[in-house]
């Protein structure tokens, strides 16, 4: 279970996603881009649940592992702009502190393999259930 401090940092993150994508994307590109990093941020901590790893770090790098190219539409190196784009947004708000900031942005410019190899899963489970 989350507790509030937990979902209120959830809840900011998923808010500051949402803050871009509406300033930035067209209306059926946003909802795209939305249910996307949806899936990618859920399937992330239903993961890291399964391997008892902290499902809700988990869940907002998966909500931010695309933030650079939804921002720009640039493609190149997505892991690193992204994380270089959302560490000030994220000190910013305060609710991390350096370890959890450290974890957030290493898995969003180390592990974009990762976060791409868990969203052609999710497709390939939707396709069988």
Known sequence: MISGKKFKRLDTVRGLVHEMLSARE??????????????????????????????????????????????????DFPGPNSANTVRPILRSTQLFNDEELSVILDRSFIKKINIDFMTHTMKLLKMLF
């Open 26 to 75: 067209i209306s059926s590109k946003k909802r795209e881009a939305w249910v996307h990093l949806f899936e990618v941020s859920y399937f992330a901590s239903f993961l890291a649940m399964r391997r008892g790893q902290d499902s809700e770090i988990t869940a907002i790098t998966g909500f931010l592992h695309g933030f650079y190219f939804y921002k720009t539409g640039i493609k």
